[in-house]
């Protein structure tokens, strides 16, 4: 269970008023990541990838083209695509064990069952004895792991994941891209994760997609055979990075090409 | 240098090397500063009243008797029953009037959650709410008579408002990605709304009990000041025709108490119930 298909996405957001021009956030995004895999989307900010995440998840439409999981219009939101934020979106009213009881208790599954399974999260993501604390109890990576666990628990069919680790310091950030890896080869399922770290896209993923500045478009789509856990040390790791970098800036580059002429222009003018 | 060096060496010489991080303890004049002005007042008052109102005019004494009389008169009032009785008819009123008030609480959810209802409901409420309370006095007595429900009606309008607005602003200041995060977790509308958003707007909800309770009493001492038989509005409402100003001044500080307890009551209960959020607003 688990293949994602995105075929042909458009998205245009109209102008605010009738004299801004319609925005064309993405175009023509086609790509399938497979069941159990993990994919990766990078690109600039502006780049359109949050906006193809919330389609993924539901919570905004394509203007043209359709996403589907495993042949279902993803058009609502739904527990088969759950979903983590950058800002953690804990509700800070429940403990750990309440949040991650949430979902469980919106698929209706039955009290006792639903602490044995959200106890069985909470110790995937090693937050054993936490269980009682509330959020604001919790430092930032802890609160990103109770919602990991969250996520996790109403078992959906894809996890997707919109900058996760952005918000942590540089050491929480590492720890949790390695306990990431730990719980993908765990609890094998198709993992989709937006960033803008291709170190940490190369540290996780199977599949990376890059995308293109404004108007965002597939630019490459990239396959990765190297096995976890990888070190960021190991040549074809740093090969990678490189060149995931060149194809990411070779973008900036040509974007500014026109910006730059012009000024280079007005500076020979002068 | 080492790690150990004196560090209040040069602001205190002799004070061994081991840092002073003790608080210092408060002075006297700290401890005795707060309650100096009280002293004062109250001893102005007894002064005045005692001493320099009976040597301009012994009558004058009636309309500003001394905070020893005022004492005696509290006793009194407390030893046959008449302030309690008083004071919980008027507390009464208020609580059962807060009963209808909210709805104010199911109203500002969904104004706040559907767009079309607040746009339609919007401009009845904001004609209505800068009507104070006290103008609907002479109209509610004509509808409902000198009634405990008259009064309930002035005091149901006071909580009302400011509850409700408090919702509506509650519900709009739910953080988006909760909600979000709710419906990825196969929440549908209704356990969105009743899981989600009232849980989050709920600290708002409170201090908008709060605002409503405080103009809510406010309310009441001037409805049973005209429209009641009991009550601490009407006890100085009653001292004043027979001219009994040492319980007048009785009446006035047990309602100042009375609000005031009830404030402090409501916070120590929200402080209990919704720990999260102040830790949120900390």
């Known amino acids: 269970m688990g293949m994602l298909r995105v075929s042909g996405v458009t998205k245009i957001y109209p102008g605010h008023s009738d004299a801004d021009e319609p925005v064309r956030a993405l175009d023509g995004v086609s790509f399938t990541v497979k069941d159990d895999e993990f994919c990766s989307i990078v690109g600039h900010s502006g780049c359109g990838k949050t906006t193809l995440l919330n389609i993924m998840a539901g919570f905004d439409e394509a203007t043209e083209g359709s996403i589907t999981l495993d042949g279902r219009s993803t058009d609502t939101p739904g527990w088969e695509r759950a979903m983590i934020f950058q800002d953690y979106a804990l509700f800070p009213w429940h403990t750990v064990l309440g949040n991650v009881s949430f979902g469980l208790e919106m698929k209706k599954v039955p009290k006792q069952e639903r602490r044995a399974i959200a106890m069985r999260h909470i110790q995937l993501v090693g937050l054993g004895g936490f269980e009682n604390r509330f959020p604001h109890q919790l430092s930032g990576g802890m609160r990103q792991r109770v919602a990991i666990a969250r996520a996790l628990a109403v078992e959906p069919h894809a996890l997707l994941m919109d900058e996760p680790f952005a918000a942590l310091d540089a050491q929480n950030r590492s720890m949790l891209q390695d306990e990431m890896v730990r719980i993908f080869m765990e609890e094998r399922k198709t993992m989709v994760l937006v960033t803008h770290s291709i170190e940490e896209a190369v540290k996780l993923s199977d599949r990376i997609i890059v995308m293109t500045r404004r108007p965002g478009r597939v630019k490459a789509d990239i396959e990765v055979a190297l096995p976890r856990p990888r070190s960021e040390d190991d040549p074809q790791f740093v090969a990678l990075k490189a060149r995931i970098r060149d194809l990411i800036h070779d973008e900036f580059d040509l974007a500014d090409v026109p910006a730059a002429a012009a000024a280079a222009a007005q500076r020979a003018a002068a | ?282």
């Open chain 2, 1 to 282: 240098m080492s790690a150990g060096a004196p560090v209040s060496a040069g602001s205190s010489p002799g004070s061994g090397d081991r840092p002073r991080i003790r608080r210092k303890s408060p002075s006297l004049v700290d401890r005795v500063a707060p309650y100096t002005g009280l002293v004062l007042f109250f001893g102005g008052w007894q002064a005045v009243s005692a001493w320099l109102l009976p040597r301009i005019d012994p009558n004058l004494v009636t309309l500003m008797p001394p905070p020893t009389e005022v004492l005696q008169a509290a006793w009194e009032l407390i030893r046959n029953g008449q302030l309690a009785k008083h004071f919980w008819a008027s507390l009464q009123r208020e609580a059962v009037a807060f009963l209808y008030a909210s709805v104010a609480i199911p109203i500002g959810l969904a104004m706040g959650w559907f767009r079309r209802l607040q746009q339609m409901l919007d401009p009845v409420f904001e004609m209505l709410r800068p009507i104070p309370p006290i103008a609907w006095i002479p109209l509610a007595i004509l509808w409902f008579g000198i009634s405990d429900f008259q009064n309930q009606f002035i005091i149901f309008l006071g909580i009302f408002f400011p509850l409700l607005l408090n919702t509506v602003a509650g519900v709009k200041n739910v953080e988006p990605n909760l909600i979000r995060a709710a419906r990825c977790l196969g929440a549908n509308q209704f356990a969105v709304l009743w899981k989600v958003v009232f849980r989050a707007a709920l600290p708002q909800i409170v201090t908008g009990v709060r605002v409503g309770l405080g103009v809510g009493w406010m309310a009441l001492v001037a409805a049973e000041l005209v429209g009641a038989t009991s009550g601490l509005g009407w006890l100085i409402s009653d001292a004043r025709s027979v001219l009994r100003t040492d319980i007048i001044l009785v009446g006035m500080i047990s309602i100042g108490i009375a609000g005031l307890a009830i404030d402090q009551g409501l916070r120590m209960v929200a402080k209990r119930l919704l720990p999260w959020s102040l830790a949120m607003t900390k």
